[in-house]
């Protein structure tokens, strides 16, 4: 329990540290959320089972929100099948592992390449980069503009994930 708690402090650590950005306004732009600055690890549990619940067959990914501090969302990833490789080309990404363990790229290039915004890409993999089996306790930072996927998961990876803006 104490490592969740220490893993969520530093991925929000992070976050302040980095350079603020604006809240969004009007003009299609998403409201700003109240602020959450502490969840249990027993709500950890919970969003864990909603998750296992809630899954569609086939989905790859249920996200719950962890933290929220504007403009900065800790999200908490579940993960039951291989899903899509990603490029985040404004904002790097932290990764703590909460439970599970699956095999992750980073680098190389996407293959299948399609833009889902102005300011994310997806494929349907990578190739060439760098493969690391990655397991319960393990830190990543992806930096922007670097693919990275999950191309192997190992039964379930439970992950939380913190986009970081970049200036």
């Given at each position: 329990?104490?490592?969740l708690?220490?893993a969520l ?9 980095s ?39 086939g ?5 719950s ?20 490789a990603a490029v985040?080309?404004t ?7 909460i ?9 190389g ?10 300011e ?7 190739e ?6 990655i ?33």
């Amino acid at each position: 329990m104490r490592f969740l708690n220490l893993a969520l402090a530093l991925g929000l650590t992070v976050a302040l540290v980095s350079a603020q950005q604006p809240g969004q306004g009007k003009g299609g732009a998403k409201a700003p959320q109240a602020p959450k600055e502490y969840t249990s690890a027993a709500e950890i549990q919970q969003m864990i089972a909603k998750s296992k619940n809630d899954r569609k067959d086939g989905q790859a990914i249920v996200n719950s929100a962890i933290l929220r501090l504007a403009p900065y969302n800790a999200n908490m990833e579940y993960r039951a099948s291989v899903g899509p490789a990603a490029v985040h080309e404004t904002e790097a990404e932290l990764f703590v592992v909460i439970d599970g363990s699956a095999t992750m790229v980073t680098g190389g290039k996407l293959t299948g390449e399609t833009r889902q915004n102005a300011e994310n890409l997806q494929g349907t993999g990578i190739e060439g980069g760098n493969a690391r089996q990655i397991g319960k306790g393990d830190f990543i930072i992806v930096p922007e503009k670097n693919p990275h996927w999950f191309s192997k998961i190992d039964g379930v990876l439970v992950l939380m994930s913190l986009h970081v803006p970049r200036q």
